[in-house]
């Protein structure tokens, strides 16, 4: 169960599965079972090409593929990546996208929160335990949501 790998994240699986409980979101460690590419919601509708919630969570099934949630109060998306992915590029080419790895902490939604509402969702959730995004994958949408964005920009 997708669950119980995710509890392989945190020292004390008791704690997370009680902060699921009580707010629907549980701190675990990113850096060894998983780490996450943040990336800030003009992005990610960009690329969609919409920012219908219900649109962009079935655009992200199926581009780039594997678990994806949001943030709902902050607009971040967060793409779960293997563990050891390192995002190369700078903050000033990619502002607001951000890899959270080893020594960070991260706010995971419980896996039964897959509509949007209350603090975060899963809009793409993981099919299996240790279903992850491909690090090329995401960072190839990111660069394309970037040029989408920036080309958006330009027309205004």
């Known amino acids: 169960m997708f669950t119980d790998w995710l509890l392989t994240a945190t020292d004390d ?3 997370a599965r009680y902060q699921w409980a009580e707010g629907g979101v549980a701190l675990l460690s990113t850096g060894e079972v998983f780490s996450a590419l943040r990336v800030p919601a ?4 960009a690329q969609a090409g919409t920012d ?8 992200l099934r199926q581009t780039p593929g594997g678990p994806v949630f949001m943030d709902l109060h902050t607009h971040l998306y967060y793409f779960l990546l293997p563990g050891d992915f390192s995002w190369g590029f700078s903050h000033r080419d990619f ?3 951000e890899c959270r790895g080893r020594g960070d902490l991260l706010g995971v ?3 039964r929160l897959t509509v949007p509402r209350g ?3 899963w809009c793409a959730p993981a099919e299996s ?4 995004c491909v690090g090329q994958d995401v960072e190839s949408f990111v660069r394309a949501a970037q040029k989408v964005r920036r080309t958006e920009d330009i027309n205004r």
């Open 13 to 15: 699986p008791d704690r």
């Open 42 to 45: 003009d992005l990610v509708w």
């Open 52 to 59: 219908d919630l219900t649109k962009v969570d079935a655009f």
């Open 95 to 97: 502002p607001g996208v």
């Open 109 to 111: 939604p419980d896996v």
């Open 119 to 121: 603090r975060s969702y």
């Open 129 to 132: 335990p240790g279903e992850l």
